[in-house]
């Protein structure tokens, strides 16, 4: 193959890699590691070790988890979205360093990993367990390889009794890119022209029972029954909302690394994978649009001849059920509103110069991307006076985009660039709290930042 | 209210005025273009007169109200056909479940058709289950007026309410109701959204803020939108279909704008699916904490009633809740479903339960899914994810056809569904609609009711 991963990433480690693309790059992206890229065998490399540690959760709680992280990293949760290319020879080598129980200093259960949807994988070293090969010990390391055979969402989970390994952290993502694509820099997810996006995020979706977190932390696993267990806590990307909203790794979430917040410029096409990782199913609602829903399990929705993702379909609520993953595509130009989103008056110097699609074509303008068709349009009601509203932290103070409008005191202030913000979350609202504090669990939000705004 | 000889005075400066002169939150700021007559009541009776007003009822002519007779003396200006306003006051409630069990909520009542000035009297205590139905036309532009009129029961609690739009496409977040990334309106306030309606299809509406709390007590109604196919003239091909062949038959109706009659139905029925847990209604009644992540569900109904309530027709008996309510009735809306040998039944399922998934059959009839969140079930109609516009010629016959027949949908809180039931050599008699989640056929210990209904089919 002569398509490298770039010129930088040649032969660079993955510590390099990441940093680079932190540098740049932190949020148009999905965080997570390409591993040791040898191009000249075509293989990625990752060293994993499962670990112990806590997690935070916004009630101001911690809680007991395993997790994959890569060597010399922080364990984390989820664990390392392991982005590869397809066609290329992925190897996992994990190493498990679990704490012992009861004084042992054996760890106080083995740990695998598997790789739903990967064919031909194969487990080598380690210890013999049920479904695969498991390890041990800290000496006791085990190494998967498969090759990444289609481009696609997938997981990776435990494969020793996952019913607990999950529910303590033990999953993560593996994201297969087109073979022509750079897993850092991506422009599409499938060999089609259909998956081409603009921006890709992840939304994997969790969920945990505190309880069993206390019980294998206090030594009291035989004490765990699975089948009994009620989830007070939920997650998106390893991180309970608000948390959701803080960047890629924030320094405070040692080990819950990843953001769900979402940005993107109006007329933007979002690729959002949706991960069902946990052991429930969580409807995911995207306020602002309608998604386009393109790939189920890492494969297109389309029949065989179609050039096209000819089953594509559009929905304002689809259930992420556990082990499945969704591919959709979301974008937004608030289009058929009736009013001018930017607060147009005649004479103030405005122009809209519609494009094929009927949107704002000189990007230079601020109003790049404005539906022409509501140019000058006024808005058709009078907003109440301050003192009969509540304000949301997102709130511009002001109906149009990108205007910042007066507030009082301390209200507001989350939306710097008075971008339209719309909350993502599971529509089983339950979901929606933290040890039943609201707001919290699967939510996270999408700001549609007007043009002039610069998303990294 | 003061009766007003005519000018041509604008609405819009009027409802201004009346604000302005209702001092803070007296009197419900509602906006309304063309709304200026209402029919007078004094004393809870009409008078017969007209009277301006502002009942978020449109009306097309001018009259003079200070002559006999109040005639027409012109059109109103301000009057647009194809505006469509409603009043929603939020408050609180009672409802009787279907075992008679005393359940408190929160909740939408309907002041459309009620001047302004008594919604913050006659939305208290008022809270409806399901919400009052909003049902529109493609095309109409939408004018919401949403009175807060504050939780008679809960005087501690000073909550803002706000309606979200859920599944408006292209949505701007100052009209999409979440507290959190627009505005929300408190007590005593009147905030009106403001929507252009472009896309038919069943959705759904509810209040967004603590949206665990606020809709587990209830503050969810149905919403959908009717396509503009339905105006097509009859024995034409349908409107707006470059190279249609399908012939529009009076009546007939669709479900989108199919351009081929794929979603072509006769009769059409909202069929909301919610479920509350009465442990938390009683803990928000009575200022205790709140069971979110215990949450389970133990009444499930269809449009706000249990079964065998969701087959009654007309008012159920009155029970504590029209007591507790001051004689309202808050559960004024069915779940039965009506129909003749032959026609094409267009249920409008939705799940807005915020703990379960929900699964209905129904027995004895096939069912068709045409559409899933407000969309038909068509696959892109070109390169690029383009779906074609709905307004847009062509639309349905592009895209491949993604409906198929099942006998059973599923939901996730917060999808709905499309499905039409065709009734085409089907024997006349009573069928049913139920979950078949079975533990859910019931009325808290009462082990047959809950998320179940009737279809009375006659020949």
Request: with cysteine; hydrophobic share 35%; net charge negative.
């Amino acid at each position: 193959m002569k398509s490298l991963f770039g010129k930088a990433a040649l032969a660079t480690t993955s510590a390099a890699l990441l940093l680079a693309g932190t540098a740049f790059n932190a949020e148009a992206r999905i965080a997570g590691t390409v591993g040791t890229v040898n191009a000249a065998t075509q293989t990625q490399t990752f060293n994993l070790v499962v670990s112990s540690d806590y997690i935070t959760t916004p009630d101001g709680g911690t809680v007991t988890i395993w997790g994959y992280g890569e060597v010399g990293k922080p364990m984390q949760y989820p664990g390392p979205t392991l982005k590869v290319r397809a066609g290329y020879h992925v190897v996992v080598n994990l190493t498990n360093n679990l704490p012992g129980a009861n004084g042992l200093t054996t760890p106080m259960m083995p740990v695998s990993m598997i790789f739903p949807g990967q064919t031909g994988v194969t487990a080598t070293g380690g210890s013999a367990g049920l479904m695969t090969q498991e390890s041990n010990g800290p000496a006791d390391t085990v190494s998967y390889s498969f090759t990444a055979g289609q481009p696609g969402t997938y997981m990776y989970q435990s494969g020793t009794r996952p019913g607990l390994q999950v529910d303590m952290g033990l999953v993560g993502a593996l994201l297969v890119y087109p073979s022509t694509e750079n897993p850092d820099f991506p422009t599409k997810s499938y060999d089609n022209a259909d998956a081409s996006f603009d921006r890709e995020y992840m939304f994997m979706m969790t969920e945990m029972d505190p309880k069993i977190h206390q019980l294998v932390e206090f030594g009291l696993i035989n004490q765990i029954n699975n089948t009994l267990t009620t989830p007070t806590l939920w997650f998106l990307n390893g991180r309970n909302g608000p948390d959701t909203l803080f960047p890629d790794f924030a320094s405070w979430l040692t080990h819950q690394p990843y953001s769900a917040l979402t940005r993107m410029h109006p007329g933007e096409k979002v690729l959002m994978r949706m991960i069902g990782a946990g052991r429930e199913q969580h409807p995911f609602h995207p306020h602002g649009n309608n998604y386009t829903v393109i790939a189920r399990d890492g494969r297109m929705l389309k029949t065989p001849a179609s050039a096209t993702i000819d089953l594509a379909f559009s929905d304002y609520t689809f259930d992420v059920t556990p082990g499945t993953t969704f591919d959709a595509i979301f974008t937004w130009t608030g289009q058929g509103l009736n009013w001018d989103m930017f607060g147009h008056v005649a004479g103030d110097g405005s122009s809209c110069i519609p494009d094929a699609q009927g949107l704002h074509s000189v990007a230079t303008d601020p109003n790049y991307k404005e539906p022409c068709a509501d140019h000058l349009k006024p808005l058709p009601v009078v907003m109440p006076e301050n003192l009969s509203l509540g304000f949301g932290g997102f709130w511009r103070g002001s109906p149009f985009i990108g205007a910042l409008g007066a507030l009082p005191p301390g209200e507001g202030g989350l939306n710097l660039n008075g971008g339209v913000v719309h909350i993502w979350h599971s529509h089983a609202e339950k979901e929606l709290t933290n040890n039943d504090i609201y707001p919290g669990g699967i939510l996270t939000m999408l700001i549609i930042e007007p043009y002039g705004v610069n998303i990294p | 209210m003061n009766r007003i000889k005519t000018s041509a005075s604008s609405a819009a400066v009027l409802l201004a005025l009346l604000g302005a002169s209702g001092g803070a939150g007296a009197v419900p700021f509602t906006q309304c273009p063309g709304d200026i007559y209402m029919p007078e009541v004094i004393n809870g009776m009409p008078t017969g007169n007209l009277v301006n007003g502002t009942d978020s009822v449109p009306d097309p002519f001018l009259r003079d109200l200070a002559a006999v007779g109040q005639p027409v003396i012109g059109p109103n200006p301000d009057y647009k056909p194809g505006v469509k306003c409603m009043h929603l006051a939020a408050g609180d409630g009672f409802v009787n479940m279907a075992d008679g069990y005393l359940q408190y909520m929160f909740g939408f009542s309907d002041m459309t058709g009620t001047d302004s000035s008594q919604a913050m009297v006659n939305g208290l205590l008022a809270a409806h289950s399901p919400a009052p139905t909003i049902e529109l036309e493609q095309g109409q532009e939408f004018y919401l007026n949403l009175t807060n009129v504050g939780m008679t029961n809960r005087p501690d609690l000073s909550d803002p309410h706000t309606v979200h739009f859920h599944g408006f496409p292209q949505a701007m977040d100052t009209f999409d109701g979440v507290p959190d990334t627009s505005i929300s309106i408190n007590m005593g306030s009147t905030l009106t959204y403001y929507y252009s309606i472009v896309e038919p299809g069943t959705y759904m509406y509810h209040c967004h803020v603590e949206a665990t709390e606020h809709m587990q007590m209830g503050m969810l109604g149905n919403l959908y939108v009717h396509a503009a196919q339905d105006q097509s003239v009859a024995a034409q091909p349908v409107k707006d279909c470059a190279g249609a062949t399908y012939n529009h038959v009076a009546g007939q109706r669709y479900a989108y704008n199919d351009c081929d009659g794929t979603t072509r139905y006769d009769v059409e029925f909202p069929l909301q699916l919610i479920s509350f847990d009465s442990r938390f209604h009683d803990s928000s009644m009575n200022v205790q904490p709140l069971p979110f992540a215990n949450m389970k569900d133990n009444y499930p109904m269809i449009n706000g009633r249990g079964y065998p309530d969701t087959a009654a027709t007309g008012p159920l008996p009155a029970g504590a809740a029209q007591v507790e309510n001051g004689g309202i009735d808050s559960q004024v809306m069915n779940a039965l479903v009506t129909a003749t040998v032959g026609q094409r039944v267009l249920l409008r399922i939705s799940n807005l339960s915020v703990t379960n998934h929900y699964t209905v059959r129904v027995l004895g009839l096939p069912m068709e899914v045409i559409g899933r969140g407000a969309r038909q079930s068509r696959g892109p109609a070109a390169a690029g994810l383009v779906f074609a516009a709905s307004n847009t010629a062509a639309y349905g016959n592009a895209g491949a056809n993604l409906a198929y027949k099942t006998s059973h949908v599923s939901l996730a809180p917060g999808e709905g569904y499309d499905v039409i039931v065709d009734t085409t050599g089907a024997t006349a008699g009573t069928y049913f609609l139920y979950t078949t989640n079975l533990n859910y056929l019931s009325n808290d210990t009462e082990d047959f009711g809950g998320m179940m209904t009737e279809i009375h089919l006659n020949p």
